[in-house]
């Protein structure tokens, strides 16, 4: 069994910054890429930052220039830094891991139960 357990959410005003972290843990032999997606009432996910394990990344348009996305290998975390944040940021915002797993080696996708993000105007 896998456990992707996202933290750091709240709310803040516009302009501020949060950051949110994401450890994964388990029956891991490695993570590969790792993402942050978010979701916000009556809307689709949306991928907001991906990164790989050689820390190769990519962002949404609406996010680059002001999150950051980070990752600790020997923790197994995956960080998003989000600074300039905007009303329109406000989400439920999930980190989701792509790991192989013990025993079968096989590779899976695991989301975590999401955390709250609220900027207010």
């Known amino acids: 069994q896998v456990q992707v357990v996202e933290s750091g959410g709240g709310l803040v005003q516009a302009g501020g910054s949060l950051r949110l972290s994401c450890a994964a843990s388990?029956?891991?032999?490695?993570?590969?890429?790792m993402g942050w997606y978010r979701q916000a009432p009556g809307k689709q996910r949306e991928l907001v930052a991906t990164?790989?394990?050689?820390?190769?990344?990519n962002y949404a348009d609406s996010v680059k220039g002001r999150f950051t996305i980070s990752r600790d290998n020997a923790k197994n975390t995956v960080y998003l830094q989000m600074n300039s944040l905007k009303p329109e940021d406000t989400a439920v915002y999930y980190c989701?891991?792509?790991?192989?797993?013990?025993?079968?080696?096989?590779?899976?996708?695991?989301w975590g139960q999401g955390t709250q993000v609220t900027v207010s105007s």
């Open positions: 990164i790989t394990s050689g820390s190769s990344t």
């Open positions: 388990g029956s891991i032999v490695s993570i590969n890429a």
């Open positions: 989701n891991a792509e790991v192989r797993t013990i025993p079968t080696m096989r590779v899976y996708w695991y």
